[in-house]
C-alpha cells in the first residue's frame, strides 16, 4: 500500500524520558498512522490566525458623504406654493356644537324607576338650559332568598335615600291540649295568629316551646328553633341542625307540627297557614 504523505520516522522513545501517557499515545497515532494528519492539523492552527490577520493592516477610508441636493431653479422653483393648512375636524366648537353644556355639580341621577329598578337619568326642557330630575318611586317586592331582604334606595321627599327592610312573617294556628290531675284532656280553642315576625316564641314568651325564625333560604319553608324542654316531637318536620335531640326544625305548610312540653307534658299542635312578605321599617343613610 502506497504511504500518503512524508515519511515520519518513529523515534526511538525507549531511552528518552516521556510521560507514559505522552508515549502511548504516540505509539497509538503511529499504529494507526494519524500521525501525518495531527502534523497537518497543527500547521493549520499556526497558519490561519496569521492568513486571516493579514488584512487587517489596510485602512480603510471613512465612507463618502453624499451630496446635498441643489435647490431647484428655474422653472422648477415657480412652481412651489405654500398652502395654509384649515384643519375642520380640530375646531371644537364645529365638533361639539350639538351639545348642551351641563353642571358636573349637579346630581344628574336618582332612585329606581318602574321600568326594571334602573336610575332615571335627567332630561332636558324645551328651553334647553335647565334640566329636572326624576323622582318617580316604586314599591319593590322583597326578594324571597332569606328572613329579611331590603328594598333599592329610594328617593324620600327630604333627597336622602330610604332603604326599605322586609321580613317574612306566617300565619299560624295553635292548638294546646292540657292534662287535667285526675288523668282527663283538655283542647282549647284554635287560635288564630296573623303575621306573625321572626322572632317570635310560641305558643306564648311564658310557654316557650319554638321560636319562630323565618324562612328557609333553599326551601323557603318556615323554620322553628326547638327549645329543651322539649320531650317529643309528632307530624312530619325535617330536622335541619342537632344529633340526639333536634334543635331546628323545617316544617311545610298546611302541615301540623306537635309539640310535647314542659314537665305536664302539655301538647301544642302548631300549623303554618301561610308566609307572606311584610314591610319591617325604613333606613335612611
Known amino acids: 500500500m502506497k504511504r500518503v ?19 502511548d499515545l504516540y505509539y497509538d497515532l503511529h499504529d494507526r498512522r494519524l500521525l501525518p494528519l495531527v502534523g497537518l492539523v497543527l500547521v493549520a492552527i499556526v497558519t490561519v490566525p496569521l492568513l486571516l490577520g493579514g488584512g487587517s493592516d489596510v485602512e480603510e477610508g471613512p465612507s463618502p458623504v453624499p451630496a446635498e441636493s441643489a435647490p431647484a431653479v428655474g422653472a422648477n422653483a415657480s ?41 332615571a337619568q335627567e332630561t332636558a326642557t324645551s328651553s334647553g338650559g335647565s334640566e329636572a330630575a326624576s323622582t318617580t318611586t316604586s314599591s319593590t317586592t322583597p326578594s324571597t332568598s332569606g328572613p329579611v331582604s331590603e328594598a333599592p334606595p329610594s328617593s324620600s321627599g327630604s333627597g336622602e335615600p330610604e332603604l326599605r327592610l322586609f321580613t317574612f312573617a306566617v300565619d299560624v294556628k295553635i292548638v294546646a291540649t292540657h292534662t287535667t290531675a285526675d288523668g282527663k284532656k283538655e283542647k282549647s280553642e284554635p287560635e288564630v295568629r296573623e303575621k306573625v315576625v ?23 319553608k318556615p323554620l322553628f328553633l326547638v327549645s329543651d324542654d322539649v320531650e317529643a316531637i309528632y307530624g ?50
Open 5 to 23: 504523505g512524508p515519511e515520519l520516522k518513529m523515534p526511538n522513545l525507549k531511552n528518552a524520558k516521556v510521560p507514559p501517557f505522552l508515549s
Open 198 to 220: 321572626p322572632p317570635a316564641p310560641l305558643p306564648s314568651a311564658k310557654s316557650q316551646a319554638v321560636t319562630y325564625m323565618g324562612i328557609s333560604p333553599k326551601t323557603k
Open 79 to 119: 412652481s412651489l406654493t405654500v398652502v395654509k393648512a384649515a384643519p375642520g375636524l380640530r375646531d371644537y366648537r364645529k365638533r361639539l356644537g350639538h351639545r348642551n353644556p351641563t353642571d358636573p355639580f349637579k346630581q344628574r341621577f336618582t332612585g329606581p324607576t318602574s321600568n326594571g329598578g334602573l336610575p
Open 236 to 285: 312530619e318536620p325535617k330536622c335541619i341542625s342537632g344529633s340526639e335531640k333536634c334543635q331546628l326544625l323545617e316544617v311545610d305548610l298546611q302541615m301540623p307540627t306537635t309539640f310535647v312540653y314542659g314537665p305536664t307534658n302539655t301538647r301544642f299542635k302548631i300549623n303554618v297557614l301561610k308566609v307572606e312578605p311584610v314591610l319591617k321599617g325604613h333606613y335612611k343613610g
